[in-house]
């Protein structure tokens, strides 16, 4: 009977020593559906240079995947937001404490040569083409994803450019049926010609080999120094809580990064944000991905951010 309890005990010993080993190991990475690609690409070159972690990731449209987080208290180490907004808004202060503000992109009208009139869109007649009877096109849920914001706020801002009133709601009232929770669960629909267009990020159709038209930067709300002029567009879009409704204004686009409060290895998510703030490793990724890199810039959880991460962030919150 010893002996048999001996052994039960030696496995139970043995079994959480595994299980702890596996929880020391182990990184589970939350990120926006716009950042696949180089998230997997940073997660593989992690691995690579540090034999026997394991990177498990998780790609939402950004609000939905904070939700899992705040609401649903699923396991993150590592929160990556297609919005540093989401995380201000839904993480802080109840699920995490700062906020690393490190990349930007753009938003275009995207495409493939099968779709109708490819040979005649441009970055002039994009909304009219998107009006015309025959074609169909999609777009992103924005009570779940920033680019189904930002596609709704540059709809906005084309009406206001174009002066073309009811522009936005024309192009809004179209298709409700392709609207998606995350930009990328749209690409399917475009490659099978389902979709004759999407709006989605730049970045995102050059990963993707698609045709894409460039918007002029009044609209794409790639550039920080329109602020004031991309800041005359807002909608409202659903809050954390039940019932709260959250006023969006236009801005520059700019992803953030975050460590939840409830990390289970704290370390080893320290050392996977370094690595994907550093140059020569995670930005140089998101560069050759197609998005411009914007590290270090203010923060104004600055004060907040761990004095090892501080580095890549500024003081202030311009």
Not at 2 to 17: A, E, G, V
Not at 70 to 85: E, H, M, W
Not at 146 to 172: F, M, N
Request: glycine share 6%.
């Amino acid at each position: 009977m010893k002996l048999l309890l001996t052994i039960l005990l030696s496995c139970l010993i043995t079994s959480m020593l595994i299980s702890c080993r596996q929880s020391d190991d182990s990184l589970r990475i939350i990120h926006a559906g716009s950042l696949t690609v180089p998230v997997k690409e940073a997660a593989d070159s992690f691995m690579n240079r540090n034999p026997g972690v394991r990177v498990l990731t998780e790609a939402w449209g950004s609000k939905a995947g904070a939700r899992r987080v705040s609401d649903l208290g699923v396991p993150c180490d590592v929160f990556i937001s297609a919005d540093y907004k989401v995380i201000d808004n839904f993480l802080i202060p109840g699920h995490a404490s700062w906020n690393i503000r490190f990349a930007g992109n753009e938003l275009s009208v995207v495409y493939t040569p099968r779709s109708r009139y490819a040979d005649e869109i441009h970055s002039g007649n994009w909304h009219e083409i998107l009006l015309r009877d025959d074609v169909v096109y999609g777009r992103s849920d924005p009570d779940s994803d920033p680019c189904g914001v930002r596609s709704v706020l540059v709809t906005i801002l084309a009406e206001i450019r174009y002066d073309h009133p009811g522009l936005s709601e024309k192009l809004l009232s179209r298709h409700r049926n392709m609207i998606r929770p995350k930009e990328t669960d749209l690409i399917a629909l475009l490659k099978t010609n389902t979709l004759d267009y999407i709006f989605l990020y730049r970045s995102v159709a050059q990963q993707h080999g698609l045709e894409y038209v460039r918007l002029p930067d009044s609209l794409n709300l790639r550039v920080p120094a329109l602020n004031d002029w991309y800041a005359q567009a807002r909608t409202e879009t659903r809050g954390s809580l039940p019932g709260e409704t959250i006023t969006e204004t236009g801005e520059a686009m700019v992803y953030g990064i975050t460590i939840p409060h409830k990390t289970r290895n704290r370390q080893l998510a320290d050392e996977f944000v370094k690595f994907f703030l550093s140059g020569d490793g995670g930005l140089d990724i998101l560069e050759r991905n197609g998005q411009h890199t914007m590290v270090p810039s203010f923060s104004a959880t600055w004060e907040q951010i761990p004095e090892e991460l501080r580095d890549f962030a500024l003081p202030g919150e311009h």
